[in-house]
């Protein structure tokens, strides 16, 4: 089976590298067709007397004009045959006096002359019809070897399980070479999750003479991580692993960031027929699929979920297809019938949607703030749960009561917030002392008094990160109007042609081929947009990461799948 198996890989890259060279070739020979009708090969230089230039010019030059670029001293010794021409290149030959070849050089140059990339020592077509030879045995001998491949299909589960086996055996192997060993015995070290201690201790000591010991790593050692969560959190534990495992005395981020993050997605996707059909379809592959790998059954889960959040936000806002129904009602049946938003429609009140994504992203970046509290409280730093975290929820929370009484809020918002002048006075005071607070505490670490004082108000500058922050979730806002939009136009393009059975076929068509486009373009969008919310909003507020993975030694195939079954007795 080895035998079989370097055969094949010898006859893949066989196939690889005779169409890496057919692709090689054929642009060779793109570059000599303009050549074809050339009977000299493109590398002639003239004669002892004579002097020739074979190459390109910029397009657009015809003869006259070519032959009067050469109207200088000796130029009647001068000839230009113009080979072919096309919208990109002008291809030439000028032959001239070997007197005259300097002066005609740099008055070609000046025309913008190249040589050809290709300048074979024979005629342009006899040059062809080499390449071309080579190339149909090239493709002969790729089509053979695929031939050779399919001929051997009988021996694919075969080789998949050897493939299996011997990533089995290389990775026994990798871990046999860092034992320490003697004659008769050897050690074992490595890490195991606290929760399978005890049945790993009871599996060794029933079925092998060992000697087992269990340690609590020591507080400076870097142990790896193991994230561990609930059915619905755990599915976007991928997306906590792609930005950075937690470092050590962080905390694991999962569990607050999944609630966010179904939040946020459907909020940009936000159609509710969009959201069904995601639900369902992933769905359907984890009820019908149950030998899947595990990544990819979390992330079915992910979108799963997503899906739900955006069923429920399509329902709040109204948008089914985007405004399919009514359109459908109107064109087809002479009716009109819509199914009203829950709560209120986007596309309707677009301020009012901005003034809701800013509340949420207030929301997620005050319980970034909370995660960094509890972090700093559990490792028992309370200054730093004072100066890091207490500070600028008091100076955010006061700027927010300051703004409230503002007039451009209320331009914004649509409404205004009557407030006491006692509390707007209460509010300057308490932003004005937290302020103060952060300058003096922000560059603590710092001995030199200036150098701290610098680092404080460096520290206080970051009110405008926060303010930026803030503005960051408008993109809720873009993203669910785009949805809502794009699917618009593709049901009012669908009824232009009216209520006919022709303009029903083209409306089915439109809308299938249009949604289809639709909901795909914003699924990227929305998980591009959602993790980018995550990771720089939210995690910037807390999270810095740098965890390595915990990666047991079992069972890695990709192929076959094993499954232990203990029998008592």
């Not at 570059?31 to 590398?43: A, R």
């Not at 000839?79 to 001239?96: G, K, N």
């Not at 603590?444 to 926060?466: A, C, M, P, Q, V």
């Not at 995550?534 to 915990?550: A, M």
Request: aromatic share 12%; glycine share 8%; with cysteine.
């Amino acid at each position: 089976m080895l035998q079989l198996a370097y055969r094949l890989s010898s006859l893949a890259q066989e196939m690889e590298e005779s169409k890496a060279e057919i692709l090689k070739l054929k642009i060779q020979m793109e570059s000599l067709m303009p050549w074809k009708s050339f009977d000299l090969p493109l590398n002639y230089s003239g004669s002892k007397k004579t002097a020739a230039f074979i190459g390109i010019l910029p397009p657009g030059l015809d003869q006259e004009a070519l032959e009067e670029q050469f109207c200088f001293s000796g130029s009647d010794a001068v000839a230009v045959e113009i080979v072919s021409s096309s919208p990109e290149q002008t291809c030439v030959m000028v032959l001239c006096m070997r007197t005259a070849a300097h002066e005609v050089e740099e008055r070609l140059r000046e025309l913008g002359y190249a040589k050809p990339n290709v300048t074979p020592p024979v005629p342009p077509a006899e040059q062809l019809k080499k390449l071309q030879d080579t190339v149909e045995e090239l493709t002969r001998k790729a089509l053979l070897a695929q031939d050779e491949i399919k001929s051997r299909s009988e021996a694919r589960e075969d080789l998949k399980f050897m493939l299996d086996y011997y990533t089995m055996r290389l990775e026994k192997y990798e871990i046999i070479s860092r034992l320490t060993q003697a004659r008769r015995t050897f050690v074992l070290t490595g890490y195991v999750p606290e929760r399978e201690a005890s049945a790993l201790e009871e599996e060794l000591t029933a079925n092998f003479p060992v000697a087992v010991k269990f340690e609590t790593p020591a507080e400076e050692e870097d142990v790896p991580v193991l994230l561990s969560n609930n059915g619905f959190a755990a599915p976007v534990e991928s997306v906590v692993e792609s930005y950075s495992l937690p470092g050590k005395g962080e905390v694991d981020p999962t569990a607050v960031m999944s609630v966010f993050y179904y939040v946020l997605f459907g909020m940009m996707l936000s159609d509710a027929a969009y959201g069904a059909l995601l639900t369902g379809i992933c769905g359907f592959c984890l009820l019908h699929f149950k030998n899947m790998e595990k990544g990819m059954r979390n992330t079915l889960k992910m979108f799963f979920f997503c899906g739900i959040s955006t069923v429920f936000w399509g329902v709040m806002f109204g948008s089914y297809f985007g405004d399919v129904v009514d359109v459908v009602s109107k064109t087809f049946f002479g009716t009109h019938l819509t199914i009203p938003p829950l709560w209120f429609a986007p596309l309707n009140q677009p301020m009012r949607m901005l003034m809701f994504c800013f509340v949420v992203g207030l929301a997620h970046l005050f319980t970034g703030l909370a995660m960094n509290f509890y972090q700093l409280a559990r490792a028992k730093k309370y200054k730093d749960v004072v100066y890091d975290v207490v500070f600028w929820y008091v100076l955010l929370i006061s700027l927010i009561v300051l703004l409230m009484g503002q007039k451009i809020f209320a331009d914004i918002a649509g409404f205004s917030v009557s407030m006491p002048p006692t509390l707007t006075s209460a509010a300057s005071y308490v932003a004005i002392a937290s302020a103060i607070g952060i300058i003096l505490t922000g560059g603590r670490e710092s001995r030199n008094w200036f150098k701290r004082i610098l680092k404080g108000l460096y520290s206080l500058y970051n009110i405008t990160g926060y303010l930026s922050d803030v503005l960051s979730y408008s993109r809720l806002l873009a993203l669910g109007l785009a949805t809502g939009v794009i699917a618009t136009v593709i049901n009012q393009m669908g009824s232009m042609m009216g209520g006919s059975a022709a303009g029903a076929v083209a409306f089915i068509v439109i809308f299938l081929l249009g949604h289809t486009m639709n909901i795909g373009i914003n699924l990227l969008g929305a998980y591009v947009h959602t993790n980018r919310l995550q990771f720089v909003e939210f995690f910037g507020k807390f999270y810095s990461g740098g965890g390595q993975k915990f990666r047991p030694f079992t069972v890695n195939t990709k192929y076959f799948k094993f499954k232990e079954e203990h029998k008592n007795g």
